[in-house]
């Protein structure tokens, strides 16, 4: 499963189409929230939790499609079981960030800033192990989030009580406009998803890697 540099994937040419599909059911996500479809479907509350039209789904989905691609293609990881552990190392990182910045009661100086270098962090741990899939993730990533974030743009200005706009519990109500942007759209969606995307991509890419390989004959000797 060693990687191999002499069949390079194309990165857009792989991404081309999971994106076009993302891109489709976030505007799906948009059209249901605005005209009051059921909210199991299109949940408009802060955050959007537990949705089942959403493009988080498609994060463990395209993750396998991308490993299975680069794996045939010659750029699996040296190390399947490695990548699945840099990939739990990293979601513990990102972790550990997460509650540090946002969760922990205590307050000190630099709070938010070490949180978020944490969750960067846990982000370029997967790349030690299957750097391939990881760059193919993170185009994806944008790829998906960009769009999510100009969306967040226009909903935040223009009040359209979705998803995309509502401010989660205890969010200052008065905050300007771009303070806000910054807070609840610009940075989870330019970095907190993207590090979840890198790091449940390479996890499901990892394990649904090392099961075909194991489910591989291994060749008889005469």
């Known amino acids: 499963m060693a990687e191999n540099s002499d069949s390079k994937v194309s990165i857009p040419h792989l991404i081309l189409i999971p994106s076009v599909i993302t891109l489709a ?53 040296a190390s399947a079981g490695k990548a699945i552990g840099y990939a739990i190392l990293g979601f513990a990182v990102s972790f550990v960030g997460g509650y540090v910045g946002f969760g922990w009661k205590a307050e000190f100086p630099g709070k938010i800033v070490i949180g978020l270098l944490l969750i960067a962090a846990g982000g370029v741990i997967p790349f030690f192990a299957w750097p391939a899939l990881s760059k193919v ?37 008065n905050t300007p406009f771009w303070p806000k942007y910054f807070q609840i759209a610009f940075v989870p969606q330019m970095l907190m998803w993207i590090v979840f995307t890198i790091i449940i991509g390479s996890l499901f890419g990892a394990i649904a890697v090392a099961v075909a390989h194991r489910k591989k004959p291994v060749p008889q000797t005469a």
Do not use: C, S
């Open 25 to 77: 059911i976030t505007i799906l996500r948009l059209v249901g929230e605005l005209n009051h479809w059921p909210t199991a479907l299109f949940n408009p509350e802060a955050g959007g939790g537990g949705a089942i039209i959403g493009i988080t789904w498609l994060v463990p989905i395209f993750g396998i499609y991308f490993a299975m691609k680069l794996a045939a293609a010659g750029q699996g990881p």
């Open 137 to 173: 993730l993170t185009a994806y990533g944008y790829a998906a989030r960009i769009p999510v974030a100009i969306v967040m743009y226009f909903a935040i200005r223009g009040n359209w009580r979705t998803h995309y706009d509502v401010v989660p519990p205890g969010f200052p109500e």
